[in-house]
């Protein structure tokens, strides 16, 4: 009986790059981005902080209220007559604050959608709006330079810091814990901690570029300031120290925000890129990729979506796969006789058991290497969806035709186009330290075989000439590394040396005592 014919098994060889960490683990575990295209810019994300945690997305002259379950528009607050800025709920997610162009602090029931108070007093556009942890007083900013405090039970103006900031306010926030604490940033570079006991600042740091967000621990003892392509952390018990500077970003940093429960910090750019950081260590930890440049950011309490605002219009809502509703299709029952059959059966001794094999299923490659069309199986293993993505298998079949002795004949007689192919894989994989030996020998063979057709051909010629670079340039590679390696010898050398040399110093006045 002949012998099965074994499949070609490619070696698996141990990849390099970034490690499988918990947090990459922890933010990969996201759906593919559902993708809704709003009216402008996306300025403002803010998640309700009470379960179902709606979402309210500030854009153009309009604030939109999502559901983290659907991602579908639940409610739309529409009475503005010019652009929307910083809409934000209250802590016990029944009312929400919204600042915009037309220099007016409005309070809005997210219920009923209906206007409750409407504060006045600033005389440029508003695009900071918070309400205090007390809920009872409103923070806002404006680009009059300007950060007051209301109240909102009399809708009056408690306090006016008008001559802190030199340049607009756009960035606020308040503290958790402390009803009295609020942190702004402005265009001046400067960011400033208010205690609202006292008519001026208590605390004023300068982070050295306009300042587009800033971020609050919830105890209040630290707070990040971002504006440029940095983002500052500062310690306001130490008097404004500051403890770590973060450049991770290319371009200019729009928002910040928490995540995991206070345990990780995200970062927004204009560079498409969303950053989480560990509190701990100020350490990236994972990078998302978005399509455009990206205005705002924020995260649902219980993690389990992602909202990024881009400058085009485009909102971004990514659900974690485990939250995901699945469909539970009832399973068909086997028919009473073959459940019974196959549930009373005893195989005896005297029985003759015939295992089923499934029919093995062969690559392309395989079906050529079992039929000994060596040539062909060099083609299917040179198709660009394999060298590509397993070049591995590919490497496999030249080293199992090397084995067989019929690699000459294999790469001889090739067309041009399979040719090419076969040259730029090697030139490809060349450099590879798994691959080299295996590359080495087959461009000397196709060197070898096509020596006397050089010329013949433009596009034959123009890959190898792209291989004779890439076999420069590994030379000239490994004639530095061969000089450093050399340097390094001759120190190696001296230190020990000097190492031996110290030892016999140390050994001779030993040597006069015991004499």
Not at 353 to 366: A, F, N
Request: glycine fraction near 4%; hydrophobic fraction near 35%; include cysteine.
């Amino acid at each position: 009986m002949a012998a099965s014919f074994k499949k070609t098994q490619a070696k698996a060889y141990p990849k390099f790059g970034e490690t499988a960490t918990r947090d990459s683990i922890y933010w990969n575990d996201l759906t593919v981005p559902v993708t809704v295209k709003e009216y402008g810019a996306i300025t403002h994300i803010d998640f309700c902080p009470v379960a179902p945690y709606y979402m309210a997305v500030t854009s153009s002259a309009r604030v939109q209220i999502y559901s983290p379950k659907t991602c579908q528009i639940v409610r739309t607050i529409s009475r503005f007559k010019e652009a929307a800025h910083s809409a934000c709920y209250r802590s016990d997610g029944r009312l929400m604050v919204v600042g915009g162009e037309e220099a007016l602090v409005s309070v809005f029931d997210v219920n009923s959608k209906s206007s409750l108070r409407t504060f006045r007093g600033h005389n440029r556009p508003v695009h900071v709006t918070r309400f205090l942890s007390d809920n009872v007083r409103v923070l806002s900013g404006s680009d009059d330079k300007s950060t007051r405090i209301w109240d909102l039970a009399n809708e009056k103006q408690i306090i006016n810091y008008n001559k802190e900031h030199e340049d607009y306010v756009r960035s606020g926030t308040t503290c958790m814990t402390s009803p009295d604490m609020v942190l702004t940033g402005s265009y001046d570079h400067k960011a400033k901690l208010f205690d609202t006991r006292v008519s001026e600042s208590v605390l004023t740091v300068d982070h050295g570029y306009p300042i587009e967000s800033v971020l609050m621990f919830p105890n209040g003892g630290i707070f990040m300031t971002a504006g440029g392509n940095i983002i500052n952390i500062w310690d306001a018990l130490a008097g404004g120290r500051l403890l770590k500077s973060l450049t991770h970003h290319h371009k200019t940093v729009t928002a910040l925000t928490f995540c995991s429960d206070y345990q990780r910090f995200m970062s927004a750019s204009l560079d498409r890129h969303v950053k989480v950081y560990d509190v701990t260590t100020y350490q990236v930890v994972h990078t998302l990729d978005y399509p455009g440049s990206i205005l705002s950011v924020s995260v649902a309490p219980d993690d389990e979506l992602v909202a990024v605002g881009m400058t085009d219009g485009l909102l971004s809502m990514q659900r974690r796969k485990d939250s995901e509703p699945k469909d539970l299709k009832p399973v068909k029952k086997n028919s009473y006789k073959y459940q019974l059959q196959a549930k009373t059966y005893v195989v005896q001794k005297m029985d003759q058991v015939v295992q089923h094999k499934k029919r093995e299923i062969l690559q392309k490659y395989d079906k050529s290497l079992k039929k000994f069309d060596h040539s062909k199986a060099l083609d299917e293993a040179l198709q660009l969806k394999i060298q590509r993505k397993h070049p591995e298998v590919t490497v496999g079949i030249m080293q199992e035709l090397m084995r067989r002795g019929t690699i000459k004949a294999a790469v001889a007689g090739q067309e041009p186009k399979t040719l090419c192919m076969l040259i730029n894989f090697v030139r490809c994989n060349l450099t590879k330290t798994e691959f080299a030996v295996t590359m080495m020998d087959i461009a000397n063979l196709i060197i070898e075989i096509y020596w006397s057709t050089i010329g013949q051909n433009s596009f034959i010629d123009s890959a190898l000439m792209s291989l004779k670079k890439v076999v420069d340039r590994e030379l000239e590679h490994i004639k530095i590394s061969m000089e450093v390696l050399g340097a390094m010898d001759v120190i190696f050398a001296a230190a020990n040396s000097k190492q031996s040399n110290s030892t016999d110093v140390a050994v001779e006045p030993l040597k006069s005592d015991l004499s």
